[in-house]
């Protein structure tokens, strides 16, 4: 994982491990894309748990809850193919059946394809239906031509073995070289050839979302940073999907686990007297929260969770996940899955009843706000991978 600074502060950021042999637009109006987004319950899933991201024909209906697999690249653990592909399918069984994942996860496109067969053999067709795996694309800046585009989600269908990818999350680094117009509408191409389902974004920001919209680009949605300590995406982002019906993923929801019990009433200035921070996630979400307002008011932030906790049975993550996913515009949030090591099923599936009242809201953005402006700290979603 590659560093960045940003305004003094430091994040990851990340990059690539595979590398393949793989002016001005007008203003966008209310009527200029037509993307919607709606609850369903096809599947017989209850209508909470699930949602469509949609854009005209193109639809997905996902888990409002994702099983991040960043975890799976590595620093978390020594992941076991057998024990991770086990634990995927209790996952799925549990409900919670859609997966998130990357070109550059480690094996978790592999471990994806492994898990799918095994659902193909083992649970019924309409099992499978239910199931969803959507990955990343990262590609260096390099010119995207449509040969170098195919052959790097050609990869990655093959790993995932499906004939098309249900999801394809975009990413590009350098806004100054517009190849990233250029990759997405080599991909709308592939859409169209049903090598993919649906085209989506990760870590845009506002301004290049509203172009790529412009662009008659089918994006449904755009997987952003979103937490409790980082409201960006509601200062801009939400105001631009809500008009547009682009629909936000959120991960960092729970700041790669700082944001529960485990970190509640501990002091982290003295050495060892509190939980390590011995993971890249929560190396850099300590950061962001450093960024935002310190250690102290995020102890704060902790102990008005725990009370919301405590009153409805519930633990801190769940709390925390609740309150984005009923953020504007915010159609599913990611949890990030320590596939073989440990499991959260139950915490995940409490999100889904657990209903906030007007006091708990008001308790949790009355701490939240008294953090630093992340949006002038930091500036817009995506921002903290591409400014030095």
Known sequence: MATAT?????????KPTRTATRSESPRLSAHSVRCCSS?????????????????????????RV?????QTSGGWGRIDRNDAVDA???????GLSTFDMADHYGPAEDLYGLFINRVRRERPPEFLDTVKGLTKWVPPPVKMTSGYVRENIDLSRRRMDVPALDMLQFHWWDYSNSGYLDALKHLTDLKEEGKIKTIALTNFDTERLQIILENDIPVVSNQVQHSIVDMRPQQ??????????V??????????????????????????AGPPLNTPSLQKYKRMIDAWGGWNLFQVLLQTLKRVASKHGVSIPTVAVRYILDQPAVAGSMIGVRLGLSEHIRDSNA????????????????VSQK??????????????????
């Open 351 to 366: 999100i889904f009843s657990l209903s906030l009242d007007e006091e708990d809201v008001n308790s949790i953005q009355g």
């Open 6 to 14: 940003v305004n003094h502060f430091c994040f990851n950021s990340f």
């Open 88 to 94: 995927m399918l209790r996952y799925a069984d549990a």
């Open 247 to 272: 629909k936000l993923i959120t991960y960092g929801t729970v700041l790669g686990g700082l944001l529960s019990e485990k970190f509640l009433d501990t002091n982290l200035s003295i050495p060892f």
């Open 39 to 63: 609850t369903s319950s096809s599947t017989g899933i209850a209508e909470a748990e699930r949602v469509t991201v949609k854009n005209g024909k193109d639809s997905l209906e996902i888990c």
């Open 371 to 388: 953090g630093k402006d992340l949006l002038r700290v930091i500036g817009d979603c995506g921002d903290e991978y591409r400014r030095i």
């Open 236 to 245: 801009k982002m939400a105001e631009l999907c809500q008009l547009t019906g």
């Open 66 to 70: 994702l099983n991040g697999m960043w």
